[in-house]
């Protein structure tokens, strides 16, 4: 929720997985968000990033690394590595 000024007053956030788009809920324990750094040609860090949440869902169900390799193959940050099978 935005006060008049647009500044966030909520307390919590929730996030949402990327992978699955569900609600992250705050006893998720099991959930982790890890954050991609763009780089330039010669390496070094540009001052963004690129942050992906999973859910412990995905987590137990062992496609986090499927998952985080499709959304990587998505954004551009990896080549010929997720391709869609049947």
Request: aromatic share 6%; glycine share 8%; hydrophobic share 35%.
């Amino acid at each position: 929720m935005e006060n008049d000024q647009g500044v966030l007053v909520d307390l919590y956030v929730p996030r949402k997985c990327s992978a699955t788009n569900r609600l992250i809920g705050a006893k998720d324990h099991a959930s982790v968000q890890i954050n991609i750094a763009d780089v330039d040609e010669s390496g070094r860090l540009t001052g963004t990033n690129k942050a992906y949440a999973i859910s412990g869902f995905v987590r137990a169900r062992g496609e986090s690394d499927d998952s985080i390799n499709r959304l990587a193959t998505n954004d551009g940050y990896l080549k010929n590595v997720w391709s869609y099978q049947k």
